[in-house]
Every structure is written in C-alpha cells, then in structure tokens.
C-alpha cells in the first residue's frame, strides 16, 4: 500500500457549516423521550481512515499516536477523546472530537502522517464522510432491533464493541458506547432517510409526526 491522505474540505467558521442532519434537529428533539429512546446528531466529528498492519513498525508508530490499535473484528480501542474501531484485519477507523481536525488547529491526522512517514498504509481524512447519530435510552436497543440483523444482546453484543452492518437497509458503523447508548455512522448521503428511519422506528415511544 502506498502512502496516501485525502483531506475533505472544511471550514473553520462553524455559523456556516450545515450538518447532513440539520433539517431533522427539531424533529429528533420532538420524536425522543427523556431515559427511553433520545436521538441526536453529533456532527462534525474528525474520522480518519487508518490502512496498516498491526505489529508492524509503522504499526506501532501509528498506535502511539491513537492509544492502540483494536486486535480483532468488533474491537475498539484509544486513548482519552480518540477512539479507534476495527473495520477489517489492516483497515481502521479513528473517530476523535471536531476540534482534534486540522482545520481548527488539532493536529491528528498530522501526527498520524509522520507517525505513517514513508512506511506502508494509508491516512485518509475521511470527516466529511459520515456523521453521527447517538441513540440513547433503556429502549435504543429495541428501535435497532427493528432493522438490524446482528444480534444485539448485551452477552453478544457489549460496550465498545463496534461493527459494519445495515440498519433499515442503510450501510452503518454501529458502536455500543455504553449499557444504552449507541453512536450510529452513516454516510453523510444517507444521514436524512436514516433519520427518519430511526424516527419512525421510535415513534411507538413517542407521538409526534415526522415533518
């Protein structure tokens, strides 16, 4: 693999960015309920895809930097405000918070380039790929299982666990960040129908319409 990065097109004036979900703020704010099912945007997020061989110098190089590359399918690991989620045996995905990006004076995905040097993989800025919803609550499991074929319980499916699946049909990462929470990412393409396919799939526990 060679070196590469690709770096998405940001800015650091926030007033004027517009997340993939924006348009659906009010309606997450009026679909949830408080303790039972709350769902939210987190957007903005730095994500960096990671193309590297665990154990390797480069490896070790860039796992300084992370707090720890995950040894196998599901895996998550990091350090204090970075984690990292396995997706494949040499590919990772390194979720941090906004201000970690470049563009707003964080120094990540540079760290990682020389953490890389002229060794074999790959960084990637991949932060304007995706966004992320959280999904809270004693029945955030239950909406899920409405349309996603992995098995959710608690003894299979525990905290940090991460995995690539789909939820109504739509490619995710989902990760299980706590006993009733999860972070779900979508390409930011298909933020909007997820949305309201989450909505919909809360609407049981809570009235109003979708708009």
């Keep these: 693999m060679a070196r590469t990065t690709a770096h998405a097109t940001q800015d650091n004036d926030l007033s004027r960015r517009t ?37 390797t110098e480069v490896g070790e190089r ?15 690991s990091g350090n204090e405000g970075t984690s990292v989620l396995w997706l494949g045996p040499t590919e990772f995905l390194v979720v941090a918070p906004m201000e970690a990006h470049e563009a707003l004076g964080g120094d990540l995905i540079r760290s990682l380039l020389d953490a890389l040097g002229d060794g074999e993989g790959q960084v990637v ?35 940090g666990t991460a995995f690539s699946t789909e939820i109504g ?31 919909d799939a809360m ?3 809570a009235s109003p319409e979708v708009p």
């Design 19 to 55: 997340s993939p979900a924006a348009p659906l703020a009010e309606a997450f704010e009026a679909g949830s309920v408080a303790g039972v099912a709350e769902l939210r945007e987190e957007p903005f997020l730095t994500m960096v895809g990671l193309r590297v061989k665990r154990g």
């Design 62 to 76: 860039i796992a300084a930097v992370t707090g720890g590359l995950p040894e196998g399918s599901g895996g998550v």
């Design 125 to 159: 800025d991949l932060s304007a790929n995706r966004t992320t919803f959280e999904l809270t609550g004693s029945r955030a499991r239950a909406v899920l299982e409405k349309g996603c074929s992995l098995d959710l319980h608690p003894r299979v499916f525990g905290v």
């Design 169 to 199: 049909q739509i490619p995710v990462i989902l990760w299980k960040t706590g006993e009733e929470s999860y972070r779900i990412f979508p390409r930011a393409s298909f933020a909007d129908f997820l949305g309201r396919w989450l909505l």
């Design 203 to 205: 609407r049981e526990y």
